[in-house]
T-cell receptor, first 115, second 115 residues
Framework: NAGVTQTPKFQVLKTGQSMTLQCAQDMNHEYMSWYRQDPGMGLRLIHY???????DQGEVPNGYNVSRSTTEDFPLRLLSAAPSQTSVYFC??????????????FGPGTRLTVT | AQKVTQAQTEISVVEKEDVTLDCVYE???????LFWYKQPPSGELVFLIRRNSFDEQNEISGRYSWNFQKSTSSFNFTITASQVVDSAVYFC????????????FGAGTRLTVKP
């Protein structure tokens, strides 16, 4: 049981480049989410999904796209990277079942630098 | 919208000292959930505890204890007899029942325990 996995661990982009951060979970969780972590600001929710084919915006969605074609995968796309998107990105998942409704499991993070 | 404030940016203690990390939250929902996560230097996020708004009992887990007080909207975290391995960034977070897809994090408190 790998939990939540993210690739790559590190990435450097030039302004204007595009890329996709990958996230996968093997716990059959319905809910998946993406956060960014910036110094002094904690974690902020970018996008989330409550199931395949269903996505919604979080607190800071601008500049990012997501899709959810399977339960397991929830990729995050940066269409035109900007220096303001330099951050550490965390993917998380949780069950929507009653007992574990609110405990999220986080991936190891992707450190992205945009120059 | 919900909000979490961790006023202590950094705390430094000497091993075996007790330390309390403060967390103050704001919400208009009557049902909500509070969390603490630990982020050690390796960077992953480790779930520590979840507390429901309707359960004000304090909780103790080994050297860790949590004090939930609805009257002051606080959910403080105390480490007794701190150890070097407790050095980490600690995040408090809040999720409202009416919008449980959006978990809000505080900015985090960096705890350094010196030997």
């Amino acid at each position: 049981n790998a939990g939540v996995t993210q690739t790559p661990k590190f990435q450097v982009l030039k302004t204007g480049q595009s890329m996709t951060l990958q996230c996968a979970q093997d716990m059959n969780h319905e809910y998946m989410s993406w956060y960014r972590q910036d110094p002094g600001m904690g974690l902020r929710l970018i996008h989330y999904s409550v199931g395949a084919g269903i996505t919604d915006q979080g607190e800071v969605p601008n500049g990012y796209n997501v899709s959810r074609s399977t339960t397991e995968d929830f990729p995050l796309r940066l269409l035109s990277a900007a220096p303001s998107q330099t951050s550490v990105y965390f993917c998380a998942s949780r069950s929507l079942g009653l007992l574990n409704h609110y405990e999220q499991y986080f991936g190891p993070g992707t450190r992205l630098t945009v120059t | 919208a919900q909000k979490v404030t961790q006023a202590q940016t950094e705390i430094s203690v000497v091993e075996k000292e007790d330390v309390t990390l403060d967390c103050v939250y704001e919400t208009r929902d009557t049902t909500y959930y509070l969390f603490w996560y630990k982020q050690p230097p390796s960077g992953e996020l480790v779930f520590l505890i979840r507390r429901n708004s309707f359960d004000e009992q304090n909780e103790i887990s080994g050297r860790y204890s949590w004090n939930f007080q609805k009257s002051t909207s606080s959910f403080n975290f105390t480490i007794t007899a701190s150890q070097v391995v407790d050095s980490a960034v600690y995040f408090c977070a809040l999720s409202e029942a009416r919008n449980n897809n959006d978990m809000r994090f505080g900015a985090g408190t960096r705890l350094t325990v010196k030997p």
